[in-house]
């Protein structure tokens, strides 16, 4: 049996940054969504445990064993307690890299979801929600996908009405700078914290009416000047070529739902 499995990219229709946490994260709330863009996981039956990669390597510095779509298959068959269970993985990317679209935590909760059916786990939701969680703070709210809250440090998540399908054009710098979420955070102040009433406000309008690309408006308690990338010219014609554009604020992210815009 050979499962194929779509690993969605998001945007940040809200952030909020609530304050630092004990643990060292920051307690956000945020409302994401899936969008079209995506990679595809295609898991096949192995003797053992392998990852494949077709398109561009993210970095050069990649190394399959670090890649988190196979620490998710690792952590997978540790809960199962089988160690002989092999799976050959293979991405097919499509989703930028270090653009803040949620591409590697897709990757990760596609072959949590993917695995758990061809090594007939049967783990339930909560379970791989759990497992997602330890990954990284994307991967639960990527096992559903749609459009959701999420809290904590972005791993409680909470569905919310959908979003109808509307075209949608984001523009992705063609320089890179790895790690610019975390570089972000840690240019946040006291001030720019909230007690997380902008995506409060989100929600009920989503709840109060039938959602529409307008309910929604993208909206963060991040200062666009902590954001590393905003300086650089390429950021800076991305957005105009996103015009009239909204800023994904999980990472600066140019992007565009005008009606005008036709899908391609």
Same mark, same amino acid.
């Given at each position: 049996m050979k499962l194929r499995?779509?690993?969605?990219?998001? *945007?940040?229709?809200?952030?909020?940054?609530?304050?630092?946490?004990?643990?060292?994260?920051?307690?956000?709330?945020?409302? *994401?969504? +899936?969008?079209?863009?995506?990679?595809?996981?295609?898991? /096949?039956?192995?003797?053992?445990?392998?990852?494949?990669l077709a398109g561009a390597v993210p970095s050069e510095s990649w190394l399959a064993k670090d890649d988190l779509a196979y620490r998710a298959a690792e952590a997978l068959r540790e809960q199962a307690g089988d160690p002989s269970l092999g799976a050959l993985v293979e991405l097919e990317k499509a989703v930028p890299a270090a653009a803040g679209l949620g591409g590697g935590s897709s990757d990760a909760a596609a072959v949590l979801r993917g695995l758990n059916r061809l090594w007939r786990l049967d783990f339930g939701a909560t379970h791989l929600a759990r497992i997602a969680a330890s990954l990284?703070?994307?991967?639960? @709210? @990527?096992?559903?996908?749609?459009?959701?809250?999420?809290?904590?440090?972005?791993?409680?998540?909470?569905?919310?009405?959908?979003?109808p399908s509307t075209p949608l054009l984001i523009a992705v710098p063609r320089d890179r700078l790895p790690q610019k979420t975390a570089l972000m955070y840690r240019r946040l102040r006291a001030e720019h914290y909230t007690s997380g009433e902008r995506a409060d406000r989100q929600v009920e309008k989503?709840?109060?009416?039938?959602?529409?690309?307008?309910? +929604?408006?993208?909206?963060?308690?991040?200062? @666009?000047?902590?954001?590393?990338?905003?300086?650089?010219? /390429?950021?800076?014609?991305?957005?105009?070529?996103?015009?009239?554009?909204? *800023?994904?604020?999980?990472?600066?992210?140019? @992007? /565009?739902?005008?009606?005008?815009?036709?899908? +391609?």
């Open positions: 499995l779509i690993a969605a990219a998001k *945007i940040n229709w809200t952030l909020e940054a609530l304050g630092r946490r004990d643990d060292g994260y920051h307690e956000i709330r945020t409302i *994401i969504q +899936t969008v079209a863009l995506h990679d595809t996981v295609v898991l /096949s039956p192995a003797e053992t445990l392998e990852l494949r990284g703070s994307d991967v639960p @709210f @990527f096992l559903a996908g749609g459009t959701a809250m999420a809290g904590g440090r972005g791993d409680e998540v909470a569905a919310l009405p959908d979003v989503l709840n109060r009416a039938p959602p529409s690309p307008t309910t +929604t408006s993208s909206t963060s308690s991040m200062p @666009f000047s902590s954001s590393p990338c905003r300086s650089r010219p /390429s950021w800076r014609r991305s957005a105009r070529r996103a015009a009239p554009a909204r *800023i994904s604020p999980a990472a600066a992210q140019p @992007f /565009s739902s005008s009606r005008r815009l036709a899908k +391609t």
